[in-house]
């Protein structure tokens, strides 16, 4: 791995303050992240908001990206494609993202969340990350 | 139209307090919303984020629902695919969202969103919403 | 399972006479495709056509579909989400897909296609059906 | 405009020689290509298939780009979404593309399409196109 669990969590801290989710493991190809839900990602009637699960799996991603490939702050998303599967209780949500291709220029990878203790997803996304000249 | 920019404004502040944007125009198949950037919708470097962007334009095509089919409180986003296209800089955004289908069980709609004062768009969504039985 | 391999591909035979690729396997939530690549699948430079991998991987979850909720042929996508990952070479290739939903009034699967005898895969889609009342 | 009709249908009869539609229109930004329906892009039961669709959707938005950046054989398409809104009828499609975005590295279109003499879209498709060095 190019940065371990402790190294990505940093630079997410650094750079994307604002971000969603605690880096929970890191392996080839692979990220977990865990969201903590707050009141800020809940919609009316308790349920988490469509793009609470849109940030965590698109940081999911990019901390797949940042392990496996080193830190690309200026990797940006171009395209991010969700399904929103089943209606998420008020509870911790992991992400669990896995790359599908890393390129010279781009990287594409998929998401899978669900919500911690269900085995069911219940959202799935794909998205694309234009890569800086390396 | 079924409901007008003011009731579907209180309907939104009733139902999604936590929502993206205000109401500007609703017309026949489509809806405007205007989002003031504030510093929770911005990455750093001084760009607006990806969820808020997504955010919006979900919000909007959910208003051009309203507008044209009536409250429709229990619609819910099945799908959302967002192409990011330029940078935002830190002004307001508007968003243009289009009804592209209308049917008994699903509506589909797109969105074009840029910056107050430049005609490229910086980003495009479509999303599709299960309706529930009228 | 509501139907085998073989009670699928007779219907697939009978209903979809043009479609892409014969059944493999079938399982609960998954089924396998294969294509025999012939010429009118490839595009110049040796390559098999997008429209191909997006048919493929749209009958793939089609035929999982079938064989674990039965026989329903009015079934129709409504949306289809595909990634290019690598350029594919003139040889059969496999569609594993697998459900991530099966509702009431809409399913959501995921493909991941790859190439006889490569680990990585060439595309991956997601796709939306509607499903008829049952 | 870098290529005009003619030139970008010769471009395509010698490069796609199995491609999809007729050239009918280029502008900045646009092109418009039409299907001329036969047995080979029809599902059972009357209507035209879904790779035919999305063959025809990314070949439009492929003739934008010819028109407006020149030949540029080598472009490849990375994503492409598509929303089916209806069923079409056995009559010819037009598809009527829009570059959303021509970068230096990617090119981002939606295409419209459309039944003959309707005017409600039968399908939306976005795609993103990697362009080689210039």
Redesign the interface.
């Known amino acids: 791995m190019e940065m371990d669990v402790a190294s990505v969590q940093a630079f997410l801290d650094e ?4 971000g ?1 989710g605690r880096v929970e493991a890191v392996a080839p190809q692979t990220a977990r992240l865990r969201l903590t839900v707050a009141d ?1 990602h ?3 009637g308790g349920t988490v ?4 699960m ?2 965590l799996a ?1 940081t999911a991603i990019y901390v797949a990206i940042l392990a496996n490939v080193g830190p690309v702050a200026a990797a ?12 998420p209780p008020v509870r911790d949500l992991l992400a669990d993202a896995r790359l ?2 890393v390129g010279r ?2 990287a ?1 990878g ?1 998401v ?1 969340i669900h919500t911690d203790g269900d085995a ?2 219940v959202a ?1 996304v ?1 998205a ?1 990350y ?1 890569l800086p000249p390396r």
Chains 1, 2, 3, 4 share one sequence.
């Open positions: 750079h994307f303050p604002q969603y800020e809940l919609r009316p908001s469509g793009p609470t849109m940030g698109d940006v998303t171009t395209n991010l494609n969700a399904n929103f599967l089943r209606r599908l291709k220029r781009l594409v998929e899978s069911e997803p799935h794909t694309t234009s």
